[in-house]
């Protein structure tokens, strides 16, 4: 469904936008090492405990969502059952701030009442709780962790193709690579939420690609400094 689709690149984002950042953050630092082995172990060190963290938080909150989804629909189903008055009630609320003429309120209420979906009817439109797939827990885990481990090994790549001595070739690569990361996630990002076309759009792009871009520099500036400073 395109709910599904939406959360599912939701979730993506999420973990994109933390591995963007936080490893490339912390190479960067380790770079004032001067060892590329100590980046390339630290890093990859970093990102598989970073993508297991990621993905079990994204576990967790799905399956908070989904207990939480089956609590209100035990509730409403009983709810049904024992008292239909107070269900034709619930569907008269939900419609009354199209206000409806009065009768015409009354039979949408005696009609959904009679209606077999009126439980789906009043988690979706009195709750406002879609229904939860089965899968949604365990897709929101690798998707999140996914996003994470991808976004965190661009930043590691460089170090992979030069000496061991060679870190200050390898930091700047890395830097040029995430730079261009930085701006093209934020960009997309942004772009997915206000639309692709037009010149406003375009500028709207390019606002969250900066704005990315800046937080991922300061970040890893940031990280830099700090080793540099206790390692002096």
Known sequence: SSRLRARIISDA??????????PFALTAGLSALENTKVVIFAGLAELTAGSI??????????????DSYNAALASTRRAVVRSPSDAMASVTEVFEPYELPERL?????????????????????????????ASRA??????????????????????FLVQRDEVQLALWWSFMVMAF?????????????SGWGGPDNLWLGVKGGVQMLLVGSIAALSAMGFVRFFDS
């Open 13 to 22: 984002i999420i973990g994109l936008s933390d591995g963007l950042t936080v």
């Open 53 to 66: 963290s990621m993905g079990l938080g994204g576990y967790l909150a799905a399956k908070s969502e989904e």
């Open 105 to 133: 309120m009354d039979e949408l209420a005696e009609n959904m009442a009679r209606n077999p979906n009126l439980v789906q009817f009043l988690m979706h439109f009195q709750h406002s709780q879609p229904e939860e797939t």
């Open 138 to 159: 365990v897709m929101c885990a690798v998707t999140i962790a996914s996003g994470y481990f991808l976004g965190g090994f661009l930043p590691l790549v460089p170090y």
């Open 181 to 193: 990361s930085l701006f093209a996630f934020g960009y997309g990002k942004t772009c997915f939420v």
